[in-house]
């Protein structure tokens, strides 16, 4: 009688995990902004609520790594990311770039919140894989792009940034003639946030460089709660407010 019912609560118990997945990720919060990733929504060390790998393992292998790029371990979105309505922004270009051939941490951010891979598709871990513990997908106010890469409706990221008011090439784009006259902080990177290099032959590494600078999601977020983490959201400035470390103004001088 016991024994018959042991298999039943345990796959009433996992199920039950399945469908709330992620109410139960979004329930188990308790990291302040900037305390680190333990107990934010990016601890997966609980995926699905029940104790899967280790807290980076997630995204991040010593071995076996999906791309060598931050030895990445989730598997990429095979999306091309483009803005469907098409746009200029003082002339500059939006960029489009495939999730498995680029190298910024955008595509390693849209692995999962473009939707179209599921959270826990990881690769490598416990010496074997892949692992696939949560076949949830992001959806709702967490999927940035279209599960088929539509990047409509977001800020232009992955985007060349005119660093020192020189004219920047990043991925691909070149900021325009005009968009230098709307006004940036000289270097963000000062105010706390996170800037990148594109080499020219596809390597993005991070800091500013003269003429070869750009920003990322991880310029605005950083995605391990880090002690630059100013607000909700994993934020670089903050949410609200008009002060000097409102988000937005630590880039645009307005
Ligand atoms: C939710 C996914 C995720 C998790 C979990 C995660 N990282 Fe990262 N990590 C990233 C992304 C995306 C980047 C690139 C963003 C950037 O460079 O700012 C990155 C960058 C890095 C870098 C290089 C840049 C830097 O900030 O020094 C290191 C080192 C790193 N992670 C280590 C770790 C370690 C160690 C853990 C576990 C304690 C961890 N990460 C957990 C996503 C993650
Ligand atoms: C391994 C999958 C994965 C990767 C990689 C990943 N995220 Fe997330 N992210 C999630 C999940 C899951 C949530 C929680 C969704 C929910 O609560 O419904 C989340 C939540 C967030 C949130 C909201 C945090 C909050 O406290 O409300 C932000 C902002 C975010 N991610 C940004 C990023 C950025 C930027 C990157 C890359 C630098 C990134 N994520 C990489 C899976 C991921
Ligand atoms: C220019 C700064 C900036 C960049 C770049 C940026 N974000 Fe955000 N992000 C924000 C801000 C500000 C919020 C809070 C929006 C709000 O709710 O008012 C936010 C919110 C979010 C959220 C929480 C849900 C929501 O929509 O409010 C997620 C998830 C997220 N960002 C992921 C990403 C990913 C993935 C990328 C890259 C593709 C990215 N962000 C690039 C500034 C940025
Ligand atoms: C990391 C630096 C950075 C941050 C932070 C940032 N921006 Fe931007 N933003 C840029 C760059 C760079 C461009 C495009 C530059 C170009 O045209 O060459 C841009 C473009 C824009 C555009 C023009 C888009 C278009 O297609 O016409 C708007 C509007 C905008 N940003 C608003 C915001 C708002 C609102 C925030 C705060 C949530 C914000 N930005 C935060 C760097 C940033």
């Keep these: 009688m016991g024994t018959a019912t042991i298999p039943?609560?345990?796959?009433?118990?996992?199920?039950?995990?399945?469908?709330?997945?992620?109410?139960?990720?979004?329930?188990?919060?308790?990291?302040?902004?900037?305390?680190?990733?333990?107990?934010?929504?990016?601890?997966?060390s609980t995926l699905g609520g029940m104790p899967q790998f280790g807290l980076c393992t997630a995204c991040h292998t010593p071995h076996n790594a999906q791309i060598q790029s931050l030895l990445w371990n989730h598997t990429l979105s095979a999306n091309t990311f483009s803005w469907s309505d098409p746009q200029t922004v003082g002339?500059?270009?939006?960029?489009?770039?495939?999730?498995?051939a680029y190298n910024g941490a955008t595509a390693k951010c849209l692995s999962c919140?473009?939707?179209?891979?599921?959270i826990g598709d990881v690769g490598w871990w416990n010496g074997g894989g892949p692992v696939s513990v949560l076949n949830t997908?992001?959806?709702?106010?967490?999927?940035?792009?279209?599960?088929?890469?539509?990047?409509?409706?977001?800020?232009?990221?992955?985007?060349?940034?005119?660093?020192?008011?020189?004219?920047s090439t990043y991925n691909?784009?070149?900021?325009?003639?005009?968009?230098?006259?709307?006004?940036?902080?000289?270097?963000?990177?000062?105010?706390?946030?996170?800037?990148?290099?594109?080499?020219?032959?596809?390597?993005?590494?991070?800091?500013?460089t003269l003429g070869q600078t750009g920003f990322e999601c991880s310029s605005c977020h950083d995605p391990h709660n880090g002690s630059g983490v100013q607000d909700r959201f994993f934020l670089?400035?903050?949410?609200?407010?008009?002060?000097?470390?409102?988000?937005?103004?630590k880039c645009h001088a307005k």
């Design 113 to 118: 919140h473009d939707g179209s891979v599921a």
């Design 172 to 208: 691909g784009s070149t900021t325009g003639a005009s968009a230098l006259v709307s006004g940036w902080q000289a270097d963000p990177d000062a105010l706390g946030l996170r800037l990148f290099t594109d080499d020219g032959v596809g390597n993005i590494t991070s800091g500013a």
């Design 91 to 100: 002339g500059t270009d939006y960029p489009n770039f495939t999730g498995a």
């Design 137 to 167: 997908k992001l959806s709702g106010a967490f999927q940035i792009a279209s599960a088929t890469g539509d990047m409509n409706g977001n800020h232009p990221v992955a985007m060349p940034f005119p660093w020192n008011g020189v004219a």
């Design 8 to 44: 039943h609560i345990v796959c009433a118990v996992v199920f039950a995990h399945i469908g709330v997945g992620l109410a139960s990720l979004s329930t188990v919060v308790w990291s302040d902004p900037g305390d680190g990733l333990a107990g934010t929504k990016h601890d997966f």
């Design 236 to 249: 670089r400035g903050v949410l609200g407010g008009s002060s000097a470390d409102y988000i937005c103004v």
